[in-house]
T-cell receptor, first 108, second 112 residues
Framework: AQRVTQPEKLLSVFKGAPVELKCNYS??????LFWYVQYSRQRLQLLLR??SRESIKGFTADLNKGETSFHLKKPFAQEEDSAMYYCALSEGNTPLVFGKGTRLSVIA | GAGVSQSPSNKVTEKGKDVELRCDPI?????LYWYRQSLGQGLEFLIYFQGNSAPDKSGLPSDRFSAERTGGSVSTLTIQRTQQEDSAVYLC??????????FGPGTRLTVL
């Protein structure tokens, strides 16, 4: 069965510190992996997807098929990064399967 | 252009009543999705419409839940005989082909 696991419900880091939000998945096919972000009082929005291999707002994520992981990283956290982050997978235009989310709190 | 819109933004109802939630997808998007966001459960898929194909209803939690998509555009999610465990934020998303899903602001449903 498809499953996305985000082991941390809450992650607190100091401003300027590196941050890594963990995501592991189980899927038998060739999924596409995503990170979505929801800032306070805003709608859920796409942060990045593995096929684009972009860096958005300083965040990067590398798909590791051997470890079935797609961890989200940023070298220097900013206060405005505080938000709820969801890892998700899909194949083609199928519905997204989401992890339960990690709340990132960046402390000044 | 306008993004995905949903109405109402908030809905408070009494246990046992029926509710209808509306989603207006981005014009031209062929796929429409309903998800539910609740505490402790994260985001769960409910139902998915793709073009004129039969909808994928595999995520609906019970037969009290149903959805329609009229004219390949607007969608309505109906919950009959609401229960307290139906309280959640109901999110709609749309996409074109296999591209990015764009989410609406959600409808917060509270069942008393």
């Amino acid at each position: 069965a498809q499953r996305v696991t985000q082991p941390e419900k809450l992650l607190s880091v100091f401003k300027g510190a590196p941050v890594e939000l963990k995501c592991n998945y189980s899927y038998s096919g060739s999924p596409e992996l995503f990170w979505y972000v929801q800032y306070s009082r805003q709608r859920l929005q796409l942060l990045l997807r593995h096929i684009s291999r972009e860096s958005i707002k300083g965040f990067t994520a590398d798909l590791n098929k051997g470890e079935t992981s797609f961890h989200l990283k940023k070298p220097f956290a900013q206060e405005e990064d505080s938000a709820m982050y969801y890892c998700a997978l899909s194949e083609g235009n199928t519905p997204l399967v989401f992890g339960k989310g990690t709340r990132l709190s960046v402390i000044a | 252009g306008a993004g995905v819109s949903q109405s109402p933004s908030n809905k408070v109802t009494e246990k046992g009543k029926d509710v209808e939630l509306r989603c207006d997808p981005i014009s031209g998007h062929t796929a429409l999705y309903w998800y539910r966001q609740s505490l402790g459960q994260g985001l769960e898929f409910l139902i998915y419409f793709q073009g004129n194909s039969a909808p994928d209803k595999s995520g609906l939690p019970s037969d009290r839940f149903s959805a329609e998509r009229t004219g390949g555009s607007v969608s309505t999610l109906t919950i009959q005989r609401t229960q307290q465990e139906d309280s959640a934020v109901y999110l709609c998303a749309s996409s074109f082909g296999g591209n990015e899903q764009f989410f609406g602001p959600g409808t917060r449903l509270t069942v008393l």
